[in-house]
Nanobody, 121 residues
Framework: QVQLVESGGGLVQPGGSLRLSCAASGTIFSINVMRWYRQAPGKQRELVAVISSGNSTNYADSVKGRFTISRHNAKNTVYLQMNSLKPEDTAEYYC???????????????WGQGNQVTVSS
């Protein structure tokens, strides 16, 4: 089994910064794509940022230039550095990862438990 554990959320003032972490543990052969999503109350879950195993990245237009996704492969961890935070960034943030548990095994997608980020003065 694979678990993704998130940390780093909380309350921050507009213009502030937070860094989210998501660490995968368990039976892992390799991790391919890793992603961050968010879901605000009453809204659909949206894709925020994506990073491939080769460190190619992509971002939602709403966070470009403010958020940075990165990963540490040896630690099986993905990060989301969030700068210049706005009230509209307030949401529950979720990570997910496409994990291959054995060399010849299938790739499965696992989710973190969610982490609240609140941007308010």
């Amino acid at each position: 089994q694979v678990q993704l554990v998130e940390s780093g959320g909380g309350l921050v003032q507009p213009g502030g910064s937070l860094r989210l972490s998501c660490a995968a543990s368990g039976t892992i052969f390799s991790i391919n794509v890793m992603r961050w999503y968010r879901q605000a109350p009453g809204k659909q879950r949206e894709l925020v940022a994506v990073i491939s195993s080769g460190n190619s990245t992509n971002y939602a237009d709403s966070v470009k230039g403010r958020f940075t996704i990165s990963r540490h492969n040896a630690k099986n961890t993905v990060y989301l550095q969030m700068n210049s935070l706005k009230p509209e960034d307030t949401a529950e943030y979720y990570c997910n990862a496409d994990v291959q548990t054995t060399k010849l095994g299938y790739i499965y997608r696992y989710w973190g438990q969610g982490n609240q980020v609140t941007v308010s003065s």
